[in-house]
């Protein structure tokens, strides 16, 4: 196991920074969007192509996290080319996940493992969706790192090795737009090349669970800068968490894969 995987500004993909303007208003259940069709799971041995677990899919034969409320070990995963993923330890894979998510590496996190084998949430629909993929060909580091969104408190705090570094208010989801809850993580880092609200947008694995797409968007809930401090402490998004600029910065800095926790 080597230390901590990159983090989100180590990884933020700046190469392509037009591209990555779209990308970020694409992604997010908070800017514009693009259709981009999602797929069910194909059943095992059939002859289609096995969807890809992104943001932009759906997965609908692979089983919900066993233990949405629990914390994480802080063990996460690179897989080194893209890898099967089953419903189950052995079964015939109905997914594949890649080795890229958004112009930078896949990163995710490990909640149970047993020999051989590795399960993982997934960035897909439906939320809390996650897939068992094989030992092998894997990057495996550990995140020191962790954040937690109190919906109810519209608070983020961040934690390192197990201490609070970083404590604020945040906006979130709108009553009818909300916030979803459960165990997530960190998915990309976007840096848009012309910063019309933040200057950075940190997609998570979860999506709105009343927008379906927004602007024909996946609807993905990302963390962001916002330019008014007139919002922090409110519900007024549709899904995603407005931070000021210090919790984004430190945002910045958290490695890909580290586990969210979004509670009421």
Known sequence: MSDEPPSAAGRTARAAAPALMVTALLVTGCGGGHKDATAGASP???TDKLPQATTYTTLNDLPKDPAPAAKSDGTVVHPEDTVPVSA?????AVAELPSTQLKGPTWVPVVESRPGWRRVLLPSRPNGVSGWIPDSGLKTARSSSAVSVDLGDKKLTLFRGGRKTGA??????APKTPTPTGRTFLLASLAPAKATYSPLILPVGAHSATLDSFGGGPGTVAFHGWPSKSVFGKAVTHGCVRVPADALKQLSQVPLGTPVQITD
């Open 44 to 46: 095992a041995g059939g």
């Open 88 to 92: 189950k330890p052995g079964a015939p």
């Open 168 to 173: 604020w208010s945040v906006a979130v989801g």
